[in-house]
């Protein structure tokens, strides 16, 4: 008997922070491989999944505008960081027996397919995770705003944002010893305190197509599965 999941399609943002692990950059392998173990579970629980990775763990195009560099030249550069990260993400589920495809918004057919949506939508019924790497294609956008307009274009029912923390709070945990943590706020009130959950770009698409986002601590093994199952882990915003 298959287990009821509370969300039939999802999208994950795995941030390319998260990725660094121990290490002060690149990708580290352990993170690697759990994050790979969790996602393997997801998998055989029967849901949906798409990953949009981000690329910070090797480079941000803000970054570029440090050495002088235009920013949309280094937010291209940024882009070719989430494909190298995708593509470490795929082998390493593809070592634990996970189907997997990998898609580009950036089109480079030797490594990747090309992004087309009605194509990633069939891979998900066929039961594929898929990846969707190089964000939206467009200089000037986050990784978080390629993972807003995914789970809209594959019409996910949440988009599960993995960060350090354990969801959303009045401040920022990590300064403010008194933060306290919300287990569920609206878009409204998330604008009205002037919260961060992501950039508005990202925060606005959900908004207005009214998809739910679950931010959530993705360094506990415990919580991807949990939130599966309906359980109240992290924020949801909605
Ligand atoms: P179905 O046709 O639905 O069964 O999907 P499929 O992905 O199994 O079939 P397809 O023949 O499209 O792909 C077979 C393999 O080639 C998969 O691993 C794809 O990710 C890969 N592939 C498909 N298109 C491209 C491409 O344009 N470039 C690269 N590098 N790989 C591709």
């Given at each position: 008997m298959s287990i009821p999941l509370k969300f039939k399609r999802v999208l994950l943002k795995l941030s390319g922070e998260a990725l660094v692990g121990k290490q002060e950059f690149g990708i580290d392998a352990d993170t690697l491989a759990t994050y790979a173990r969790q996602i393997k579970e997801l998998w055989e629980m029967g849901v949906e999944l798409a990953i949009v990775v981000g690329g910070g763990n090797i480079f941000r195009g803000v970054q570029g505008e440090g050495i002088g560099m235009g920013r949309a030249h280094g937010d291209y550069m940024g882009m070719l960081a989430t494909v190298i990260n995708g593509m470490a993400l795929q082998d390493a589920l593809e070592q634990f027996g996970v189907h997997v495809r990998l898609q580009s918004a950036i089109p480079m057919d030797k490594i990747c397919?090309?992004?087309?949506?009605?194509?990633?939508?069939?891979?998900?019924?066929?039961?594929?995770?898929?990846?969707?790497?190089?964000?939206?294609?467009?200089?000037?956008?986050?990784?978080?705003?390629?993972?807003s307009l995914r789970a809209i274009e594959i019409e996910a029912d949440v988009v599960l944002k993995g960060t350090r923390v354990d969801g959303v709070y009045t401040a920022d945990p990590e300064k403010d010893q008194n933060a306290?943590?919300?287990?569920?706020?609206?878009?409204?009130?998330?604008?009205?305190?002037?919260?961060?959950?992501?950039?508005?770009?990202?925060?606005?698409?959900?908004?207005?197509?009214?998809?739910?986002?679950?931010?959530?601590?993705?360094?506990?093994?415990?919580?991807?599965?949990?939130i599966l199952l309906g359980e109240p882990v992290g924020t949801l915003v909605s």
């Open positions: 397919e090309p992004y087309i949506r009605r194509k990633a939508i069939r891979h998900l019924q066929k039961g594929r995770v898929v990846i969707f790497a190089a964000g939206t294609g467009n200089p000037f956008f986050t990784t978080d705003t390629a993972a306290v943590k919300f287990d569920s706020i609206s878009f409204a009130d998330v604008l009205s305190n002037r919260l961060n959950v992501m950039d508005m770009t990202a925060f606005t698409i959900c908004q207005e197509n009214k998809l739910p986002i679950i931010v959530f601590n993705i360094n506990n093994p415990e919580n991807l599965r949990r």
